[in-house]
């Protein structure tokens, strides 16, 4: 189930010439599509385009929703515990934009998800067939 989440919502990020990549740039590819939508989202709220907003943060909280579906309680333990949690504000927190079109809050989860991105990518490339999706999310 976590890989084939994981892929539907890579599916939405990427071209299907990425399909093989590995689960480690699968979660990057992600977390690089997330963001995008985000700052997308962000513009819209600029312009005042309520509806391309709406469809860029949907799009985000699918994402969102994905690696959550990916995590792995078994192996990941309290890191994918505590990944789920923060998944799950991130998806409470892009429904207020969407409401109230806060900028702010867009910022912060943002950066939220820009720390867990930049961890992602810290992993050493020894580890990147090793580590399972579901437990580093």
């Known amino acids: ?22 689960r480690h740039q699968l979660i990057v590819k ?12 962000r513009g819209h709220i600029d312009r005042r385009e309520v509806a391309s907003k709406g469809e860029c943060l949907g799009s985000a909280i699918s ?7 990916s995590l792995d309680h078994t192996a990941g333990g309290e890191i994918a515990s505590n990944l789920d949690n923060l998944y799950e ?15 702010d809050i867009l910022d912060e989860v943002v950066g939220l998800l820009k720390d867990i991105r930049s961890a992602w990518v810290e992993i050493p490339a020894d580890y990147h067939e090793q580590t399972p999706v579901a437990a580093a999310g």
């Not at 084939?4 to 990549?21: G, P």
């Not at 992600?30 to 989202?41: E, N, P, V, W």
């Not at 994402?63 to 579906?69: D, H, K, Q, S």
């Open 1 to 22: 189930m976590s890989h084939s989440n994981a892929m539907q919502s890579y599916r939405h990020v990427q071209n299907n010439n990425d399909i093989n990549a590995s």
């Open 30 to 41: 992600l977390f690089d599509g997330l963001l995008q939508r985000l700052a997308s989202a």
């Open 63 to 69: 994402i969102i929703g994905g690696l959550r579906a």
């Open 89 to 103: 504000y991130c998806e409470r927190r892009l429904l207020d934009v969407n409401k109230n079109n806060d900028v």
